[in-house]
């Protein structure tokens, strides 16, 4: 399309560019004004136009955007909007924000952009079952060996996890979603 | 920028930065040896940092310099600050290739054509009997396996390779492709698109000094181009102008060097920012490619 635009420019080249013209997009744009149109009465009398008109000094009609803070109440938000502070968390639908203090220098995980935790479970055709973390920034290795530490402490039987430095993920074998939620949160995540 | 915003209070308030930018540097003028010099610019630097929305945690904005066209060496006018999810996330080479492939595809149209049995002139008629011949039993000589027969399961064109990408997988490709090229060190930010003669050979002459590689790509957030640019770069095939809106990643690729002004990372951010932060924003099987 560059291409297209350098050529056309070629082609004019030596003679004046336009700038700034507004493309016409019908052919009756120019021939006649809205105005004249809009407050045009019949049969027509010029003293009843001109009181419509938006220049007298009563008109017709009054240019208001006021209620348009209604329309903007409908229209869906083009951003997940951050959530307000609470008193009290976790809230009751269970959410708890991140906390900076508790976070390791070493290693972070991301929230979502929903303000979840980015920890998924996946249940695989032949009956396997997984949890896996995702948005890993840092050490993945750390985060692999506190992760197997809180294992050891919580869960009886020994859980084998799979890290993927490059695709910065890590995958728990076994449904322990809540163990590995509670984990992060325990982090601050 | 508020020392910018003191000694321009002629402009009126609206103009943002890089429209200020751009009035500035159009006050290049031409010395007598025949180099170009930039007369009137604020004080050095003109930014250190830039306001960054939806900042990661995590990674510390990547750091580009900024610099301007106006002059053949750069001149370096500041330092700006890029958003790591944009300009610094992993080089996903299949996620490019994903992109590329899709802008090669959906406007293709497959022209391949080819006659079935019954489109190949003759063949109505039984070769030999059905028994008796100790032959295989043919009925037509314009089957598929005979020579000079008819083509089964033939390319019958004209037919449209379309298909959308999903707005993931377009939004993630632009913004693998920013990182390479920001990795590569083939990202550059410019002021403006403001150069002080309509020649192509000063064009030229600074892609040549200042190591831009063979073909460069200068976006900018309008498509109303600066005058003297369009005709310089008129003249060369590998010099290309584009808006913000004709961003693709084919086209970055393809070029050597992206030139970006300082407008158009803003536009380039807030929109991707935008998509990446949406709540509508999925990645479905339907947007890839059919096999």
Same mark, same amino acid.
Request: proline fraction near 6%.
């Given at each position: ?6 050529? @056309? ?15 016409? %997009? ?6 006649? @004004? ?66 900076? @203090? ?11 952009? #929903? ?9 695989? #055709? #032949? ?15 750390? %985060? ?39 984990? %992060? ?5 | ?63 580009? *310099? ?16 890029? !958003? ?5 996330? &992993? ?5 490019? !290739?994903?992109?590329?492939? *899709? ?32 032959? !295989?039993?043919?009925? $037509? ?10 083509? +089964? ?25 920013? $990182?390479?090229?920001? +990795?590569?060190?083939?990202? !550059? ?22 190591? *831009?590689?063979?073909? +460069? ?15 310089? &770069? $008129? ?27 300082? +407008? ?28």
């Amino acid at each position: 399309m560059a291409a297209t635009i350098a050529r @056309n420019f070629a082609r004019i080249r030596g003679h004046v560019l336009r700038r700034n013209t507004p493309a016409m %997009l019908f052919k009756h744009a120019r021939r006649y @004004n809205h105005d004249e149109v809009n407050n045009y009465t019949v049969p027509y009398f010029p003293e009843e136009a001109k009181k419509r008109s938006s220049d007298a000094e009563y008109p017709d009609i009054e240019v208001s955007t006021e209620d348009f803070k209604f329309v903007e109440r409908l229209l869906p938000q083009k951003t997940v909007p951050i959530p307000d502070e609470q008193e009290l968390y976790p809230t009751p639908s269970g959410w708890v924000p991140t906390n900076e @203090n508790l976070q390791p220098k070493e290693y972070g995980v991301r929230r979502t952009r #929903n303000h979840m935790l980015p920890c998924y479970y996946k249940k695989h #055709n #032949n009956g396997r079952e997984t949890v896996k973390i995702q948005r890993i920034y840092g050490d993945i290795w750390k %985060l692999k060996e506190d992760l197997s530490g809180y294992f050891a402490s919580n869960v009886e039987f020994p859980v084998d996890i799979q890290v993927h430095e490059v695709g910065r993920w890590i995958l728990v074998r076994g449904n322990y979603t809540e163990q590995v939620a509670q984990f %992060l949160l325990s982090k601050g995540f | 920028m508020m020392v910018l915003t003191n000694t321009l209070c002629v402009l009126p308030k609206q103009l943002r930065l890089g429209n200020i930018l751009r009035f500035i540097s159009t006050c290049s003028k031409k010395l007598n040896d025949g180099s170009y010099m930039a007369t009137e610019r604020p004080p050095l630097p003109i930014m250190t940092s830039r306001k960054i929305e939806f900042p990661n945690p995590y990674i510390a904005p990547k750091q580009a *310099w900024l610099e301007n066209l106006d002059t053949v060496n750069s001149e370096k006018l500041g330092i700006v600050d890029l !958003h790591p999810d944009i300009f610094g996330v &992993a080089p996903r080479i299949d996620m490019l !290739h994903r992109n590329v492939k *899709w802008q090669q595809l959906y406007k293709y149209i497959n022209y391949d054509w080819e006659p079935t049995r019954a489109e190949v002139r003759g063949g109505g008629r039984k070769m030999w009997p059905q028994k008796k011949t100790g032959r !295989h039993r043919a009925g $037509s000589n314009r089957a598929p396996q005979w020579r000079g027969g008819g083509k +089964a399961m033939a390319e019958r064109g004209p037919y449209s390779k379309y298909y959308m990408l999903s707005e993931a997988d377009r939004i993630n490709g632009l913004c693998i492709a920013l $990182s390479v090229k920001y +990795a590569q060190n083939d990202l !550059h930010i410019v002021d403006s698109l403001e150069i002080p003669t309509d020649e192509s050979e000063y064009l030229e002459e600074l892609i040549d000094t200042r190591y *831009w590689g063979f073909s +460069a790509l200068f976006v900018d957030d309008t498509d109303i181009m600066p005058e003297n640019i369009a005709l310089a &770069a $008129s003249d060369i095939g590998q010099f290309n102008l584009m808006p913000v809106y004709g961003l693709n990643v084919y086209s970055i690729l393809k070029h050597n060097t992206l030139v970006l002004t300082l +407008a158009a990372v803003d536009k380039i951010e807030k929109k991707l920012l935008e998509r990446l932060h949406s709540p509508f924003l999925h990645s479905s099987k339907k947007g890839k490619r059919p096999s």
